[in-house]
Nanobody, 121 residues
């Protein structure tokens, strides 16, 4: 079994910052990519940022320069530092982890339960 748990969401004023964390635990052999997605009310889930096992990063255009993704491989944890937040960043943020489980022969994708980020104007 694998668990993916996010933390760090909350309410912040426009221009403020938040840091999200996501830790994967359980029967893990090796983690490949880790990332963050978000879903606002009435909209589809969209990519925020992702990071490979080697540290290569990819950001959605609207997040470039404001958000920073990083990971701690020793802790199986990915972070999302969000600065200069805007009301349109309000959404539920989901952690995504692609990994090899113990005793498996292929990679699986796991999602966290989501954490609410609300940015007030």
């Amino acid at each position: 079994q694998v668990q993916v748990v996010e933390s760090g969401g909350g309410l912040v004023e426009a221009g403020g910052s938040l840091r999200l964390s996501c830790a994967a635990s359980g029967s893990i052999f090796r983690i490949d990519a880790m990332g963050w997605y978000r879903q606002a009310p009435g909209k589809q889930r969209e990519l925020v940022a992702k990071i490979s096992s080697g540290g290569s990063t990819n950001y959605a255009d609207s997040m470039k320069g404001r958000f920073t993704i990083s990971r701690d491989n020793a802790k199986n944890t990915v972070y999302l530092q969000m600065d200069s937040l805007k009301p349109e960043d309000t959404a539920v943020y989901y952690c995504n982890v692609v990994l090899w489980g113990l005793g498996t022969t292929r990679m699986y994708t796991y999602w966290g339960q989501g954490t609410q980020v609300t940015v007030s104007s």
